[in-house]
């Protein structure tokens, strides 16, 4: 396992995120947005998301990029919205609560969850998620995630070879 790689982590492409990330930290305890740049890890691309931290009154989650196997397998483009409007999210608001604990603490996330949609369709997936900085790096602005499912997911249009493991 390479220096510093995560144990907890199964999926070989959420390794490669991670090895991604560690590499653009430059001494810091997490790396800025503007030393991460996805196309460098294009087998990830298509299960990447990236989110904005919004802090007001309440701090919401932006999802600035989702990528494309991801939002076939959602059924709708993740691109724009909040997660807090989430069908899923809004039924089980605690589903929040590692997006929080990225934003404030600045640490990672690994977690294996099961997400059943409004019809019935069921599937597993590892997700990470990771903190990045835009102006001030002891504050987390933005979360570069990915994830990765459990089982081959049926989705029209995108090919085999982007679906990962």
């Known amino acids: 396992m390479p220096d510093g790689a995560d144990p907890r982590i199964e999926s070989p492409f959420l390794r490669e995120l991670h090895a ?6 430059g001494g810091r305890a997490f790396p800025r947005r503007s030393d991460f740049e996805p196309l460098s890890i294009p087998a990830v691309l298509p299960h990447l998301i990236l989110i904005a931290v919004e802090r007001g009154a309440t701090t919401r989650f932006r999802v600035r990029l989702s990528g494309t196997f991801v939002d076939s397998v959602f059924r709708r483009t993740g691109t724009g919205r909040y997660l807090d409007e ?8 605690w589903r929040l609560e590692p997006y929080h604990a990225v934003s404030t603490e600045g640490r990672i996330d690994v977690s294996r969850t099961r997400y059943v949609d409004d019809e019935d369709r069921r599937f597993d997936y590892e997700r990470l998620l990771l903190p990045l900085a835009v102006d001030d790096d002891r504050r987390v602005d933005m979360i570069v995630g990915a994830l990765s499912f459990a089982e081959p997911i049926v989705t029209p249009g995108v090919p085999f070879s982007a679906r990962g493991t």
């Open 20 to 25: 991604y990330w560690l590499s653009r930290r």
């Open 86 to 93: 989430a069908p899923i999210n809004i039924r089980h608001p």
